[in-house]
């Protein structure tokens, strides 16, 4: 006889959405996404939380900038010099940046940390999927608001408001490659904290708070690959902590990070 | 009319394994996971990924260590004193290292590298869900080599012989929280490359190598939540490149390193 009860194991769906069009600046985003997983027959749904990759919402906010308008600095251009790359993109690297975590002309590495307090490099600068080889795209200026936006527009076309995640792919320390990692949240507790709480051994535990946002980040990349246009995913049956969120939650202060 | 064509969009449906029972040194790992997956329905398939956790692998392979038979060096001991932690862990941690990359008494952080490369607080040693509060529970020796015989064991078990990843939870730099990696690997290409591939303008793309190992371990704690009986996630449905495979690709060298 077969087993009907409802299933007793966990399990999280991730849906790439596709379809949207070439992005322009000041289109609705949250309304092109929602239309779009409508359209190939996964529209959202009320357990779901979205994964939009920043690429696209950069575009929606006109940050492509053309390297034609750009002065580098002496500055910039020294390095850029030393490096043997573009002068203009090094001038809008630091222009990003409210610090530099490692320059380093002979290796091209250059690690700053943005405004927004993202460690990585190039400021989240990077210059592929744009269409203009003269042009580059930068991190949106408060990507915590644009989520919150999407969200809003998503909620406006569908009467759901599901939790949104900007992302961005960044390497890491100690590691080689990259991954995907959270730079803007709306609607969902970034965190997931297990102190306190008992394990399998009924024993409390010690230390480990989860940053969920960073590991559905890293779960949408599997499906949003880079050299194909799916660029936004659908996580579909993770509980989650409803919360206004921000990443501010995820950024270790400078004062207590020992690797800046 | 309806369209019944094959969906055109990516998808990715991850699955937490539940009902092993506890994991006495020794057992077959492989076939306790084969047979739990047969049990709740969702028998092991042939495009399927296994996420294994670090702590029942360690487990298995006997890396429960009783405190009482640590005898911590001087060096150990005086940093347990000023950090005000148990010097037996203190030199365990000590014992697990190649090198020590952050100490602060101050702060309690010890951040070493292990002898297998990887770069984390108090070398991947904690101590929840070990039933003995007076244990701690080490990394295995050699998680590429577990992770082969995990696989191998399942192959015995259901004739399919699904990548391995064994997964542990490390903070990072500059980020607060902890996200699951990758730490011992078979079967599969830890890392996808996307250089010299076109992106959406068919512009040639610079520089994204994604640890896609790494991603799909921070997928698997989705579900595999801590403080659940959830040790094994299967991912279903991803496209990978078969490989033997290696965590050192994913380690970075220590003299391209710039944050040791």
Known sequence: MPDNSSPKYPSVLTIGVVGLPEIEPGVNLGHMIAEAAERQGTPISHDDILVVTQKIVSKAEDRVV???SVEPSEFAAAYAAA???DPRLVELVL????AIVRMDAERGVLITETHHGFV???AGIDMSNVPDEESACLLPVDPD???RRIRAEVEKQTGIAPPIIISDTFGRAWRDGHVNFAVGIAGMDPMVDY???DDAHGRTMHVTTIAVADELAATAELVTAKAINVPVAIIRGLPYASAVGSTSALLRERSRDMFR
Not at 95 to 98: D, I, K, L, M, P
């Open 66 to 68: 053309e390297l034609s």
């Open 83 to 85: 490096a043997g790359r």
């Open 95 to 98: 222009r990003e940046s409210a």
């Open 120 to 122: 990585c490099a190039n």
């Open 145 to 147: 608001a644009s989520a």
């Open 195 to 197: 102190r306190g709480t």
